[in-house]
């Protein structure tokens, strides 16, 4: 059902009607057996939700609000359906950030719902703890038959951090060595340990010594990894398929060189799918591209289809057998929330839908097709660099044009703060064309698009459209780009650490 167009109730006419509702008897659809004084999330959200922003500057991170209203992305939104989000003045928005691509299915997906909504009817015995559910089994199973071979175990988390954390667990217990190598400009998690494998020193400074023994190789460097493993201390090598930070793509053959280089070392090779993994660069799993078997895969984000926290760390069956080797050693690695009821029914649904609807196919189709396009653009333009990606993970890096009355304003503006001429496209985007897209990394000139994977051609094709029409405004204004530039680049200065 790609493409899907379902009404949904938007909340404000939900609140409206709840009004009533409230004053009388509580016998609307919207009270669901509500007696007087109970929760009730509608009228909530009808008399408080436009405090949001004053919220959370009184009691959540003030950094935040200030920068949302620095870039006029100061949105109240209310309802969400598919690739769209709807703002309380009734705008819609293209969302190619996808809750930072947790959402593949797009949101508010019915199948995901309504497997939560009978997961919830059923009353389900929900982390009884001294058990083995059969959701989470059957969850567990379904993740390994979509892998290389059935040779793996899996273990479920809260998060793509706590995946990783998990990784850093198995492999030093699993080799009994103490080093992990990781790639520069890596992302993994902002936790002590998978911040211990973070490529960018603005997310580890100031945050104290971390965890000891992991350093890191270039990005691509096969001879790098080498020197690295050959010292015969280090237990894995952890990296994603294609960089989240700056969308790059590993050059062919890495991984598979990697891979036989860990093993001939006897280090492991732990891949992190979190952001790439499910479909989102047009495989299930990015590194089925690389023809490469991992020993170790965490994955998160889009396992629920956005409504649950849940991760999961697929590992080789001997490395899981060394981490639980004994019957007293049965917790020694667990979380409380892990195999609960709600994240593995969406995450059921989810492997489900993926299949049913064919996502993955699609994804892969709709992403070559719009990454051509924008290289298309990106001809027309001499500030595009180059346009990279796989299915619908897709970077767009921009670099100083040649022509010389461009050249001169771009150095201004980089020398404003790195990075600028993204955000300048970004927020043009945004406000003018109403499309969510993200600066990927900070620093750095690449714009990073993260569609859902249900997303259209036709809305393919209004990004397309979109950003060829930012580019040439930026072109043509160069006054005003100077203008809006400093505006966005004083307070960035002044509010980034
Ligand atoms: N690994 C990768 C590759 C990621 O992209 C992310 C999140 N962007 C993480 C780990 C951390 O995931 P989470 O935010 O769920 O902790």
Redesign the pocket.
């Known amino acids: 059902m790609i493409g899907r167009t379902r009404r949904l109730e938007p909340v404000v006419d939900l609140v409206a009607e709840h009004t009533v509702d409230h004053a009388g008897d509580h016998t609307g659809d919207h009270t669901g057996g509500r007696s007087a004084g109970d929760f009730d999330l509608r009228a909530l959200l009808a008399t408080r939700a436009s405090e949001a922003f004053s919220l959370h500057e009184r009691y959540m991170n003030p950094q935040m609000p200030r920068i949302l209203r620095t870039l006029g992305f100061d949105r109240d939104y209310v309802r969400a359906e598919g690739a769209w989000l709807y703002d309380a003045d009734g705008r819609r928005y293209l969302d190619f950030l996808a809750g930072?691509g947790v959402f593949a299915l797009g949101r508010c997906h019915p199948a995901i719902e309504r497997a939560l909504r009978d997961a919830m009817e059923c009353a389900l015995p929900n982390m009884v703890q001294m058990e083995c559910g059969p959701l989470a089994g059957l969850l567990a199973e379904a993740l390994v038959t979509r892998m290389p071979n059935d040779d793996y175990r899996v273990f479920f988390t809260n998060?793509?951090?706590e995946s990783?954390e998990t990784i850093l667990k198995y492999v030093r217990c699993a080799t009994g060595r103490p080093r992990v190598i990781f790639a520069d400009h890596a992302?993994?998690?902002l936790t002590t340990g998978?911040l211990s494998l973070n490529g960018a020193h603005e997310f580890r400074d100031r945050f104290g010594s971390l965890l000891p023994g992991c350093s890191s190789v270039p990005f691509g460097d096969i001879d790098a990894l080498r020197r690295e493993l050959r010292a015969g201390d280090v237990a894995a090598f952890v990296v994603?398929p294609i960089q989240?930070k700056g969308v790059f793509v590993a050059p062919d053959g890495y991984l598979r060189d990697a891979s036989e280089l860990c093993h001939e070392h006897g280090a492991l090779l732990a891949v992190?799918e979190?952001?790439t993994g499910l479909g989102r660069t047009g495989t299930m799993f990015a590194f089925e591209q690389w023809n490469v078997v991992p020993d170790l895969v965490?994955i998160?984000?889009a396992l629920s289809g956005g409504y649950i926290p849940v991760?999961a760390v697929i590992a080789k069956r001997a490395v899981v057998e060394k981490v639980f080797d004994k019957m007293d050693r049965a917790v020694v690695h667990s979380s409380t929330f892990g195999q609960n009821v709600m994240a593995m029914t969406a995450g059921l649904a989810t492997l489900h839908t993926l299949d049913t609807e064919h996502v993955v196919t699609h994804a892969a189709t709709v992403g070559t097709d719009l990454i051509a396009k924008l290289r298309e653009v990106g001809r027309r333009h001499e500030v595009v660099e180059e346009v990279r990606g796989r299915g619908l993970m897709i970077g767009i890096e921009f670099s100083r044009p040649r022509l010389l009355r461009l050249r001169a304003q771009w150095s201004l503006l980089e020398t404003m703060r790195k990075g600028l001429f993204t955000q300048l496209v970004v927020v043009p985007l945004f406000r003018d064309h109403g499309i969510l897209t993200q600066v990927a990394g900070d620093h750095q000139n690449v714009l990073k698009i993260l569609p859902p994977l249900i997303t259209t051609t036709e809305q393919a094709d209004e990004f397309v459209g979109a950003f060829d029409a930012v580019l040439g405004e930026l072109e043509r204004s160069l006054g005003l780009l100077f203008g809006v530039g400093r505006s966005l680049a004083l307070p960035a200065i002044r509010h980034s650490r």
Do not use: I, L, R, T
């Open positions: 930072f998060s793509g951090a990783v992302f993994h998690g998978a994603e989240g992190d979190v952001q965490s998160a984000k991760g």
